[in-house]
């Protein structure tokens, strides 16, 4: 008979999804972002992050301040750099799992290439303008969204 506890999709992607958010230098929110195919093989991998040669060590990490001295300005979200890692890969018709709601930026990103459904993990920014513009665009497009569903199993890396 065959193992009957083994993970389901959704659990591989979403522990991936949330493995990607651990290499986030962001001190507030990590996120991570792992596009699936209809066939369930992983397309592209993101976390959130500095633009590839801004140094992460030169680069503001705080919320609050001037625009220009706070991170807004330059970091690169989950989502789009999943989409961006991904330049030779046909994402029409694939899922996203993300560990955070996407913003209205990443939802256009997420509409224009052809991923269909989205699953996400927190929500915690749902009031905000962004959020709402996003599940409004998702709504138009047909854009699927659902909250993943957690099961309480506990995922241990021991390396
Ligand atoms: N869906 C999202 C939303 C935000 N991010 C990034 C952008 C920042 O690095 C961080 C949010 O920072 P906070 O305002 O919570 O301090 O998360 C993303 O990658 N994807
Ligand atoms: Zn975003």
Not at 50 to 66: A, F, K, Q, T, Y
Request: hydrophobic letters at 35%; aromatic letters at 10%.
């Amino acid at each position: 008979m065959k193992r009957q506890d083994y993970i389901s999709w959704d659990e591989y992607f979403m522990g991936i999804a949330l493995l990607s958010a651990m290499r986030s230098k962001d001190n507030n929110s990590q996120v991570g972002a792992c596009i699936v195919s209809p066939e369930n093989k992983i397309l592209s991998l993101g976390y959130n992050g500095m633009p590839i040669g801004c140094n992460d060590d030169d680069m503001p990490w705080e919320r609050e301040g001037s625009d220009l001295d706070t991170k807004y300005m330059y970091v690169c979200h989950s989502e789009l750099n999943a989409i961006l890692n991904s330049p030779n890969h046909d994402l029409r018709g694939s899922r996203m799992y993300v560990t955070l709601f996407p913003c209205n930026e990443c939802a256009k990103a997420i509409i224009q290439s052809g991923i269909k459904e989205l699953i996400y993990l927190s929500d915690k920014y749902h009031d905000t303008h962004a959020s709402i513009a996003s599940r409004r665009m998702f709504n138009m497009t047909g854009v699927k969204y659902r909250a993943y569903q957690p099961t309480g199993r506990e995922i241990k890396l021991d390396v």
